[in-house]
């Protein structure tokens, strides 16, 4: 059986009903069942969530691969960042070790580091590393920026081409290989069909590489909005941003945190080939977005 977090996210919500369809046995850790829509019935629930040693042990009973997608780009009072990528991941980790999983499944990011300006990338980077340095058979995804068709960015991308200008952090110039949510589902299930007991890492990579400019413009497009882009320099975004999340707390539509992300380059060296090792031709952004 696995144990999927994350099942409400991005990949998550493309990732279970595939899971599902292949077969496969799924209970998911989460808050809230509702989330899950109309699989909630379909997969067996584990009410809890990584901050929670007892909740962990009792969801990992039976379980012989752990899916961890479960991951904050902001801060969720009073955990932060830190504690819910990095030591969250690590409490997972060590309580699948006692529990004898047979494999952990990660989902870093590309170009994650200890040394990256960002706490998130930082986070990742930890967790990556003790997730590779443990005695349970590893596979770590690093995927550039994900999405889907009505995911939370391009929604608010998308809501942002009703003005007459789209505003966009700094000068745009970030570099990322958009790859679909639902292409780095199937990568998912490829590697599980590998099986294996060796460490795996791989790169999760669009088709192409696009500037943060250009994603902008693709999404405005696909809504038939093609609007002209003003850039707004990165000190009044910082300060705008931290501004309104100490006013309106964490209904904020965005923290410095997340705008700060999108500043970060996410390309790999080698492109979508480990995307095509695992499952085949990835799609352009155009293409799936229409």
């Known amino acids: 059986m696995i144990l999927l977090t994350g099942a409400t996210g991005v990949i998550g919500s ?40 007892h909740g962990l042990r009792h969801s990992l009973r039976g379980i012989d691969t752990v899916i961890h997608l479960a991951a904050a780009i902001r801060d969720q009072p009073p955990n932060t960042i830190e504690e819910l990528n990095g030591l969250g991941t690590l409490r997972l980790l060590q309580t699948a070790e006692r529990s004898g999983v047979g494999r952990f499944v990660f989902f870093s990011a ?16 930890q967790a990556e590393r003790a997730v590779l340095d443990s005695s349970i058979a590893a596979t770590v995804f690093s995927p550039s920026i994900v999405y889907d068709r009505h995911d939370p960015w391009v929604t608010l991308m998308r809501r942002a081409s009703l003005l007459p200008l789209i505003p966009v952090s700094g000068s745009g110039d970030s570099r990322f290989q958009p790859i679909w949510a639902q292409e780095v589902a199937q990568c998912v299930l490829a590697d599980l069909e590998r099986g294996g007991e060796e460490d795996r890492v791989y790169e999760l990579a669009g088709p192409e590489t696009l500037s943060y400019n250009e994603m902008a413009r693709t999404i405005s497009a696909s809504c038939g909005r093609r609007r002209p ?27 410095w945190e997340e705008a700060e992300l999108m500043e970060i380059s996410m390309v790999s060296d080698r492109g979508a080939a480990d995307v095509r090792e695992l499952w085949g031709e990835p799609s352009p952004m155009v293409d799936v977005l229409g």
Request: positive net charge.
């Open 229 to 255: 882009l003003v850039h707004v320099p990165i000190p009044i975004v910082r300060s705008g941003l931290i501004t309104l999340r100490r006013v309106l707390g964490d209904s904020v539509f965005a923290t």
């Open 14 to 53: 493309a990732l279970l009903p595939q899971l599902l369809g292949a077969g496969h046995e799924v209970r998911c850790l989460v808050r809230d069942p509702r989330r899950l829509g109309p699989n909630r019935v379909n997969v067996q629930l584990a009410l809890g969530d990584l901050g929670d040693p």
């Open 110 to 125: 590309m170009g994650a580091t200890s040394i990256q300006r960002t706490r998130f990338f930082r986070a990742k980077a």
